[in-house]
């Protein structure tokens, strides 16, 4: 693969402002994502020739035809400045459009990405589901990583990723980590996640559950001895656990039911956002590592109990989006507007007359 020259001086200028994304669109300069707001290039306006150009520079025969046929394509490509990139293929009138996520080049600190420190226990469970959730855009594949990495140094085991696409590496270190791409090496997260229970691993990572196929195994690998870690696009806990019930139906919602209250281990359903002096950007966060208490709600179906136990459970570590919020507004890391736009209870931050 021989990159286009001009979409590696972009490659090498978003990784210069410290980009989190690159977006290569017709009709308008190219366009960087810079601690969550887009800024423009100072140059020309791209034409759809050039999108195109570049845009094939990156695919083999094969992905070219797949993208060909189905105009959408994701796959992984490793620069020598910025390191390994996510890219997007995308039409838009008929024009190639690209949509680039800088992966970075090592796994950052929990200190670093400011997650709470029980998270660690759920990582150290022997068997079990860990959900990671959050709009796109929220650091869940960087949160991933880092538990993968926590596992690796930690565990002689064998870990299994299922990925769409790899994003980051792992070597191994204390654990033997293996690492499939969706499309490259398995045809669909859920066909990969049924063969991967013969493969004997310890430890399995579920880039996205998307369907109920993959949910319902993914469920059925954590009942059956497996640590399982996931991702589900989810704006909080709460709704993390209806989407997995409420993709089944009939019998099969109960059994579904019982499976997730017996191996829910823990949910974290997070979201960045601009600091106070916008330099960078915040991790925020509910965090509900799953007790007795939690496992009975969800047996007994009676989610809306949920918030009242996680705000009155704070000695065990949970958190809810309200109080993080509140906790980084206090310490003066976002700003009041930012806390207020997020809250589930504005009223609460709104000041009292």
Not at 99 to 124: I, K
Not at 239 to 266: D, M, P, Y
Request: hydrophobic residues 40%; aromatic residues 4%; neutral net charge.
């Amino acid at each position: 693969m021989v990159i286009h020259p001009q979409l590696d001086r972009l490659f090498v200028e978003a990784h210069r402002r410290a980009a989190s994304d690159l977006h290569v669109l017709a009709g308008v300069p190219p366009a960087f994502r810079v601690t969550g707001e887009i800024i423009l290039a100072d140059a020309d306006a791209l034409t759809p020739e050039e999108c195109h150009a570049m845009a094939v520079s990156m695919l083999n025969e094969l992905q070219r035809r797949k993208q060909e046929q189905e105009w959408e394509l994701c796959i992984s490509v490793r620069h020598p400045v910025a390191g390994r990139i996510r890219v997007t293929f995308y039409q838009r009138n008929g024009v190639t459009e690209l949509s680039c996520r800088f992966c970075g080049d090592r796994v950052l600190t929990r200190e670093e990405l400011m997650l709470p420190s029980r998270l660690d226990d759920l990582a150290r469970r022997p068997n079990g589901l860990v959900l990671v959730t959050g709009p796109t855009g929220s650091g869940k594949t960087t949160t991933l990583n880092y538990l993968i990495d926590l596992i690796n140094r930690e565990r002689r085991c064998k870990i299994l990723t299922i990925e769409d696409p790899v994003e980051f590496v792992h070597e191994n270190q204390r654990a033997i980590v293996v690492q499939q791409e969706v499309l490259t090496d398995v045809r669909s997260f859920n066909r990969a996640l049924i063969h991967a229970l013969r493969q004997d691993p310890d430890v399995i990572c579920v880039g996205e559950m998307r369907d109920y196929e993959t949910i319902g195994t993914a469920l059925t690998a954590a009942e059956t001895g497996h640590l399982v870690l996931a991702t589900l696009h989810a704006p909080s806990v709460s709704h993390a656990i209806e989407r997995i019930i409420g993709v089944f139906e009939g019998s099969a919602q109960k059994q579904v039911i019982l499976q997730l209250a017996n191996s829910l281990q823990g949910i974290i359903a997070q979201e960045l956002l601009p600091s106070l002096d916008r330099t960078r950007r915040i991790l925020a966060y509910e965090f509900l590592p799953a007790n007795g208490a939690i496992r009975a709600i969800i047996r007994d179906n009676q989610l809306h109990q949920l918030a009242n136990v996680m705000q009155t459970s704070a000695r065990e570590g949970m958190v809810i989006m309200d109080n993080c919020l509140h906790d980084l507004y206090s310490r003066c890391l976002i700003s009041y507007d930012t806390a207020v736009s997020r809250a589930r209870n504005q009223e609460r931050f709104r000041p009292k007359e």
